[in-house]
Structure formats: structure tokens, C-alpha cells
């Protein structure tokens, strides 16, 4: 099993920044890809970027551009950088890993955008 615990999120400007993290720990050498999701009570979970072992990244349109997906192999955590933010990014991130055994989540980190 994999666990995931993800920080970060918290209340930002519209234009402002913030920056997820998500540690990963458990059966470690069985994750093939890492992602953020996120949630709005008024949409279903949608994928906002994802990133493989090896380094090949994937991103939702209205994001590319303005987020960026990281991950630190060493340090088993997978970084979102969130700029430009824009009041419609405002939703619960969770983070996802992808495995051998199947798909992990996070419990989720609220990002509001918000002047």
C-alpha cells in the first residue's frame, strides 16, 4: 500500500501563488505515476497534471501555462506549483498515485482563490 499526505493549499488572490506537496510513503517502488486531481461540489474530480517515473508530464488545458508539475524521487513527494491563480481554480486538490496495485488518493487540500 501506499500512503499520501498531501499540504499546501490555503486562501490566495486572484494572480497569487501557492505550492502543493504530497509525500508519499509505503510500497514506494511500486508507483508508476503521481498527479493532482481536484474536486467542486458543482463538477466531478477532473486531473489537473500528472508526471511519470520518468519525468513525462501531462496537464489539463486550462492549467498549462500557469501550473507546473514536479516530483522529487528522492524525497518520495510530488510538487504543484499554482500560479496566476484564478477564482475558478478554487476546488479541493488531491493527490493520486498510480501503482502496480492499483490507485491511491490523498485526503485533499483546500485551494480557494478569492480576493
Known amino acids: 500500500q501506499v500512503q499520501l499526505v498531501e499540504s499546501g493549499g490555503g486562501l490566495v488572490q486572484p494572480g497569487g501563488s501557492l505550492r502543493l506537496s504530497c509525500a508519499a510513503s509505503?510500497?514506494?517502488?511500486?508507483?508508476?505515476?503521481m498527479g493532482w486531481y481536484r474536486q467542486t461540489p458543482e463538477k466531478q474530480r477532473e486531473l489537473v497534471a500528472e508526471?511519470?517515473?520518468?519525468?513525462?508530464?501531462n496537464y489539463l488545458d486550462s492549467v498549462k501555462g500557469r501550473f507546473t508539475i514536479s516530483r522529487d524521487n528522492a524525497k518520495n513527494t510530488v510538487y504543484l506549483q499554482l500560479n496566476s491563480l484564478k477564482p475558478e481554480d478554487t476546488a479541493v486538490y488531491y493527490c493520486?498515485?498510480?501503482?502496480?496495485?492499483?490507485?491511491?488518493w490523498g485526503q485533499g487540500t483546500q485551494v480557494t482563490v478569492s480576493s
Open positions: 509505503g510500497s514506494i517502488s511500486s508507483i508508476e505515476t
Open positions: 493520486s498515485c498510480r501503482t502496480i496495485f492499483g490507485r491511491y
Open positions: 508526471i511519470t517515473r520518468g519525468g513525462s508530464t
